[in-house]
């Protein structure tokens, strides 16, 4: 399984250099997703700025840091493993890395022991880690510890066997002198080695590996929810239909304020989401804030297998126009748009407005079909990797493609899988691609699931190009008609009247 997503961090800024700034006291106080969100619009206006990029990355350790120290699943199921076990956790990291990663020349022994050491220096100074493992150590060991990593950092690894034994020597060091679990520092060797890679490698957790698996399918054991941040409150953003939720009155909108009684404000939207799932029957209390009220009310839900729609119809036709909104691309997606589209043309759609917009990405390989519906014949996307499986060529060979004129609307949150879908339907002439630039992300991801722990490694694999082998990683799609000023539904009028007037020149 493939699966291409982006960071949802936001929209372009205006004023870069105030943006700088803004970044650059968000790193230094500590404030670490801001200072992600911050460097990574920065990164986007600077492609090209290496600086810019080392400090996203470097901050979005941070964050990845952070949250698996407030991880249930983490510091449960993986952090209580014996030092010989968690020793396991390491040697299958890096001969995982080794064996799949997309550029062999970031994966040497070497350079993945050393971002281990600064993992490790990194959590030392990091205050969720000291509260929640070493908040009795006296500060003056704490740093002790932290000059000592210093000699560590040196050291030439030519083994992983070798690794292996520094990172013991460590571990052992860290247990003596701060009373530190060793499994604790071990794991932090790990989660350097694939956090430091890029921005889109990193450890999954089981929580985050199960909230993976359940995003291909489309489908999880949990009370349909989809919660994000926004102004500093955890906001519902999407209610399944007919989930637990949703029929217990739960709508967009609505804040969630605590989970089991535990409130929410420390715990990153797919923490909150890996504590909604859980057991088939399994029940979980929530305190929710409506907007019309003051005070939380308490709902008791019954986990439940919930299906996540992929797809947004508008049933009504705009003078023979249709509209579809692609949310993500999971393995139901194919099927869910062959529906929606044969609802449509039953209703007599002439024109179709397919909606990309804020779509992160998903599943390749339904992407791929998704496009394929649309074209005849022609390629849709390039890949290349040094994985034999990855590497590939993807042509269109559908007779019964659908021919009605075809609109696609982009954004800067337009990326990866969502973009395959873009660039091909654009270079191929099949589509009129309406909106703004979008995100720019050329790389493949696939999680793959660890045999010594119960996670796994989100892992970069390969890059794709677009039909005319062109790069979309850091560069992205432009639209064929730029529509931006005049928000969501100012972009939507625009594509709807591209639409009418080429059904128009089609009759």
Request: charged residues 20%; proline residues 5%.
């Amino acid at each position: 399984m493939v699966l291409l997503v982006s960071p949802a961090w936001g929209q372009l800024p205006e004023k870069p250099q105030q943006l700088k700034d803004r970044a650059a006291e968000a790193e230094q106080k500590g404030r670490w997703s801001e200072a992600a969100f911050l460097y990574d619009q920065l990164h986007r206006l600077n492609p090209d700025d290496n600086r810019i990029r080392d400090r996203f990355q470097v901050c979005l350790r941070h964050v990845h840091q952070t949250r698996r120290h407030r991880d249930p699943s983490f510091l449960k199921a993986v952090l209580t493993r014996d030092l010989p076990g968690a020793l396991n956790i390491y040697e299958e990291v890096l001969f995982r890395l080794q064996g799949n990663y997309l550029e062999k020349d970031r994966v040497q022994l070497t350079p993945l022991y050393q971002r281990g050491v600064q993992e490790f220096r990194f959590a030392l100074e990091d205050e969720a880690f000291l509260q929640e493992h070493l908040h009795d150590a006296p500060t003056e060991k704490v740093r002790a510890m932290i000059a000592s990593l210093a000699v560590f950092s040196t050291r030439e690894i030519s083994s992983i066997q070798e690794a292996r034994k520094q990172v013991l020597s460590v571990a052992l060091l860290a247990m003596e002198t701060l009373d530190l679990a060793p499994a604790v520092t071990v794991l932090e060797f790990v989660c350097g080695a694939c956090n430091s890679l890029d921005e889109y490698t990193f450890y999954l957790t089981p929580n985050q590996m199960q909230y993976v698996q359940a995003s291909l399918k489309g489908e999880h054991v949990g009370v349909g929810l989809k919660v994000i941040w926004q102004d500093g409150k955890a906001l519902v953003a999407n209610v399944a239909p007919n989930g637990p939720a949703a029929v217990k009155g739960i709508k967009v909108g609505d804040q969630l304020v605590r989970i089991d009684g535990q409130g929410v404000e420390n715990l990153a939207a797919d923490l909150i989401t890996g504590r909604l799932m859980g057991r088939l029957d399994s029940t979980v209390e929530l305190e929710i804030v409506t907007p019309n009220q003051s005070e939380p009310q308490t709902v008791k839900l019954t986990r439940q297998a919930v299906r996540t729609p992929s797809v947004e119809l508008d049933p009504e036709l705009r003078e023979g126009v249709g509209y579809v909104r692609v949310l993500a691309f999971q393995e139901s997606t194919p099927q869910e748009l062959r529906e929606a589209v044969l609802q449509l043309q039953m209703m007599g759609m002439k024109g179709l407005v397919l909606d990309l917009r804020g779509n992160g990405g998903g599943h390749l390989k339904a992407a791929v079909q998704v496009a394929e519906m649309f074209m005849t014949e022609g390629t849709i996307v390039v890949m290349e990797s040094p994985l034999k499986r990855f590497k590939n060529t993807y042509k269109a060979n559908n007779a019964s493609a659908w021919t009605m004129p075809l609109v696609v609307l982009i954004d800067g949150e337009t990326a990866s899988a969502a973009e395959v879908v873009a660039g091909a339907l654009k270079e191929n002439l099949r589509a009129t691609l309406v909106g703004t630039p979008t995100y720019g992300k050329g790389l493949v991801q696939c999680p793959l699931t660890l045999d010594t722990a119960p996670s796994g490694i989100w892992i970069t694999v390969a890059r794709f190009f677009s039909p005319s082998n062109q790069p979309y990683n850091g560069r992205g799609i432009t639209p064929n008609l730029a529509a931006g000023n005049d928000g969501m539904e100012g972009q939507r009028a625009e594509a709807w009247r591209t639409a009418l007037q080429l059904t128009m020149m089609n009759r």
